[in-house]
């Protein structure tokens, strides 16, 4: 099987993987000379899809009676918006727009980490047919595939920036509070980002008054039309972003535990707890104080 093949072959499995969760029945792959192909039928149609492979790269084709509440369905799953779980197609701008989100704040340990994806109706459509969705319903393998495709598309343009548990300590102390803490790092990836493209709005999820952000922003940001929205990574742009940043989490995580030959467990939990105190007990506070987040209630419980 040749790379252009290879590529056809796994386009239409994740797409049968989307198929599959809805009311359709979908058929086993069959290969055509050229193309992959399956069947998607209800209690009343049938359509069909190909995913072709050629020299000039992979084409997906929808064939059927264009009138069928199947074909439109299904033609809305794989071209439009709807590849984002619980999308409304009117909700997403048709526009250039920056999307925004944050990775590790529920973590005791590891960093704090915001990204931007600067989005275009082209680059979104390409987004969307990797099948991009908010990173909480991912795996880490998927994040770290997702992740990869993005960055080295070099049309997608993007900022991250990372906060240290050790730089988060002292950003915290500083500002006394984890949503202006939040709304001055989403405020650097926003002026980074405005740096390298032309956009006129930003969506973030919501955390917070939207003046965290905006009191953040330097004079560039603060013409920007910024929208806070529960659950924004319906949006292609946020959930775009919500995957490189918890890609960068993941991948502290792998490498700090690599560093010192323990599993570092996610998230805030009892065994957090417990691991926390065997971590401190064995390398004491002061390099503990590097790897967590201290404002956490879990610290009253480990250093105490």
């Known amino acids: 099987m040749n790379t252009r093949e290879?590529?056809?072959?796994?386009?239409?499995?994740?797409?049968?993987?989307?198929?599959?969760?809805?009311?359709?029945?979908?058929?086993?792959?069959?290969?055509?000379?050229?193309?992959?192909?399956?069947?998607?039928?209800?209690?009343?149609?049938?359509?069909?899809?190909?995913?072709?492979?050629?020299?000039?790269?992979?084409?997906?084709?929808?064939?059927?009676?264009?009138?069928?509440?199947?074909?439109?369905?299904?033609?809305?799953?794989?071209?439009?918006?709807?590849?984002?779980?619980?999308?409304?197609?009117?909700?997403?701008?048709?526009?250039?727009?920056?999307?925004?989100d944050e990775s590790g704040k529920g973590d005791y340990f590891g960093p704090l980490v915001i990204a931007g994806v600067y989005l275009t109706p082209e680059v979104g459509k390409f987004l969307r047919t990797l099948g991009i969705r908010d990173s909480k319903e991912l795996s880490d393998y998927q994040i770290k595939q997702l992740a990869t495709q993005i960055k080295k598309n070099n049309e997608i343009i993007f900022d991250v920036v990372l906060i240290t548990p050790e730089k988060y300590n002292q950003l915290y102390e500083k500002m006394g509070n984890l949503n202006r803490l939040m709304g001055w790092a989403h405020a650097r990836v926003i002026e980074n980002l405005l740096?390298?493209?032309?956009?006129?709005?930003?969506?973030?999820?919501?955390?917070?008054?939207?003046?965290?952000?905006?009191?953040?922003?330097?004079?560039?940001?603060?013409?920007?039309?910024?929208?806070?929205?529960?659950?924004?990574?319906?949006?292609?742009?946020?959930?775009?972003?919500?995957?490189?940043?918890?890609?960068?989490?993941?991948?502290?995580?792998s490498s700090q535990s690599r560093k010192y030959k323990l599993d570092i467990p996610k998230g805030s939990s009892t065994d957090v707890e417990k691991f926390a105190k065997g971590f401190l007990e064995k390398y004491g506070e002061e390099l503990m104080r590097k790897v967590v987040k201290i404002h956490f209630k879990t610290s009253q419980k480990v250093f105490n």
Request: with cysteine; hydrophobic share 40%.
């Open 6 to 100: 290879e590529s056809a072959h796994k386009i239409l499995d994740r797409y049968i993987r989307i198929l599959k969760n809805e009311t359709v029945s979908v058929s086993e792959p069959i290969k055509n000379e050229y193309s992959y192909q399956v069947f998607i039928n209800d209690e009343k149609d049938k359509i069909s899809l190909h995913v072709f492979y050629g020299k000039k790269g992979n084409k997906i084709v929808l064939q059927g009676n264009k009138d069928l509440k199947l074909y439109k369905k299904v033609h809305d799953l794989i071209f439009g918006e709807s590849l984002i779980s619980d999308y409304k197609i009117e909700m997403e701008p048709n526009y250039q727009y920056i999307g925004t």
């Open 195 to 253: 740096g390298k493209c032309d956009a006129g709005e930003v969506i973030s999820d919501k955390f917070g008054n939207e003046k965290l952000i905006l009191d953040a922003l330097q004079e560039k940001g603060r013409a920007i039309n910024l929208k806070q929205v529960t659950k924004a990574e319906k949006f292609t742009a946020v959930a775009a972003a919500s995957i490189l940043a918890r890609d960068v989490v993941v991948k502290w995580f």
